[in-house]
């Protein structure tokens, strides 16, 4: 399985970015993939994830009402619509999948087993 993520960028506080997550190699009906993002010294935390069989959407507190996560299957490409941008939201976001992920376990970024590598999000205030 390959990931590969874009569309970061350097933003003013309040706008916008999509990042996308290319993916290949497997075929991920029954995959579930979610982005995660780390700021420096922090530890990786969850943002957001989509089942694709169900299209089913988790998202992080900090971020629900601003971004969605949705999923185009003809691509095999899932996208991150990031609205509203705050500082706070700067970090290397990656993308990430895993095939055998339990609801329970979807928002803990050690049960993924294949990640992309990170783009860079910069919100300036």
């Known amino acids: 399985v390959q990931l590969q993520a874009s569309g970061g960028g350097l933003v003013q506080a309040g706008g916008s970015l999509r990042l996308s997550c290319a993916a290949s190699?497997?075929?991920?009906?029954?995959?579930?993939m979610g982005w995660f993002r780390q700021a420096p010294g922090e530890e990786r935390e969850f943002v957001a994830a989509?089942?694709?069989?169900?299209?089913?959407?988790y998202y992080a507190d900090s971020v629900k009402g601003r971004f969605t996560i949705s999923g185009d299957n003809a691509k095999n490409t899932v996208y991150l619509q990031m609205n509203s941008l705050k500082p706070e939201d700067t970090a290397v976001y990656y993308c990430?999948?895993?095939?055998?992920?339990?609801?329970?376990?979807?928002?803990?970024?050690?049960?993924?087993?294949?990640w992309g590598q990170g783009t860079l999000v910069t919100v300036s205030s």
């Open positions: 990430a999948a895993d095939s055998r992920l339990i609801i329970s376990a979807i928002r803990r970024y050690k049960e993924y087993d294949y």
């Open positions: 989509i089942r694709w069989s169900s299209s089913t959407t």
């Open positions: 190699g497997r075929t991920f009906s029954r995959y579930t």
